[in-house]
């Protein structure tokens, strides 16, 4: 969720509420005789009101988990997690009086301090993050793809390598001729869009079209192709297997771009399509490196917050109660 103007109604009432509740609390604190305490009039309000917010952001899990429910658009509820879970903390240390109390205060008042600032953490995740892939990975492809769309390059490597090289024993006859096509892989779409997948025929079009578009290009010989091969079997392959092994120079995009115009020097002119073609092959492999690691951010907040969440409200609820019996 991006913090943009759709905010600004939440934002502008939150920041009201901000304003008012200390005002109210300094008034109550001076008032007091016995100082601010939650079983008073004014500390039970504070409570209840935090409570009520930290309820409300808990129920968002409940409306994701049933769509069909129209209580309220998705985005609103969204809006009201990220600042009304953001205003129970202040409303909660109003309720205690700035005290931890004792041992089960104390453990929901971390409980609520780790929850809110994970949570704040995670709204920027989500408002920064979307940006960087747009930008770092543009070939964005559907997360649970990507172990397939890997494979995919790795085959289309193995066939351009051997179609100037000769076999090197790479190659698999597949059933399926989705390729790439210019850079983009059969199985990649920009799931923010929706981008139908390409179909099969159009795309194997478009994977050959460097052959068809230079058919003049014949095997090399093993003395002009010995650069390439060993270039391909001792870095590129191994990079395409584990893209994530530290240390290869495949993986940085300047340092690739070195090494792809080192060879362009000691190769014949007709191998630099295949090149070309090899190098895109390294870039898209780059950018989906780079979108996992973009996508664990993204999500792995959550594996923070969420139990805390819930643990919080569990605590929450038993405090409320034997607050009230005894």
């Known amino acids: 969720m991006r913090m943009d103007k759709t905010q600004r109604g ?3 009432a939150s920041l009201a509420i901000l304003a008012i509740s200390p005002l109210v609390y300094v008034f109550y604190s001076f008032e007091s005789p016995q100082g601010p305490r939650g079983g008073s009039t004014i500390g039970l309000a504070f409570g209840v009101i935090g409570f009520g917010f930290m309820m409300f952001a808990a129920l968002l899990g409940a409306r994701k988990r049933v769509p069909t429910w129209r209580v309220g658009r998705a985005q609103a509820w969204m809006r009201g997690h990220l600042w009304l879970g953001f ?3 202040p409303m909660i240390l109003f309720h205690g009086g700035f005290h931890f109390g004792g041992t089960l205060t104390s453990v929901l008042m971390w ?4 929850t809110v600032f994970s949570g704040v953490f995670g709204a920027a995740l989500q408002h920064y993050i979307p940006r960087m892939m747009t930008s770092d990975a543009p070939l964005e492809t559907i997360y649970d793809e990507i172990g397939r769309v890997r494979s995919l390059l790795r085959e289309e490597a193995d066939r351009a390598i051997e179609s100037i090289c000769g076999s090197l024993g790479l190659s698999k006859t597949l059933g399926e ?3 790439r096509a210019g850079g ?5 779409t920009i799931a923010a869009s929706a981008v139908p997948l390409r179909t099969s025929a159009a795309v194997s ?3 050959s079209a460097a052959v068809a578009a230079a058919p003049e290009i014949i095997l090399l010989s093993e003395e002009e192709s010995a650069p390439l091969r060993r270039f391909f079997l001792d870095e590129m392959r191994p990079f ?3 893209p994530k092994q530290r240390g290869r120079r495949l993986a940085d995009t300047d340092k690739a771009r070195a090494v792809f115009s080192g060879l362009r020097t000691v190769l014949p002119a007709v191998a630099h399509v295949t090149l070309d073609d090899l190098e895109g092959i390294c870039d898209e492999a780059r950018q989906l490196t780079r979108q996992e690691r973009l996508h664990r951010w993204l999500h792995g907040w959550l594996l923070l917050h969420i139990p805390f969440s819930l643990a919080l409200i569990l605590l929450g609820a038993i405090h409320a109660v034997m607050a009230l019996r005894y």
């Open 177 to 179: 001729e989705g390729q």
């Open 240 to 242: 395409l297997e584990r």
């Open 111 to 114: 409980l609520l301090i780790i």
């Open 184 to 188: 983009v892989t059969a199985l990649r």
């Open 10 to 12: 939440w934002a502008l």
């Open 205 to 207: 079009a478009g994977a």
């Open 87 to 89: 205003l129970a903390l």
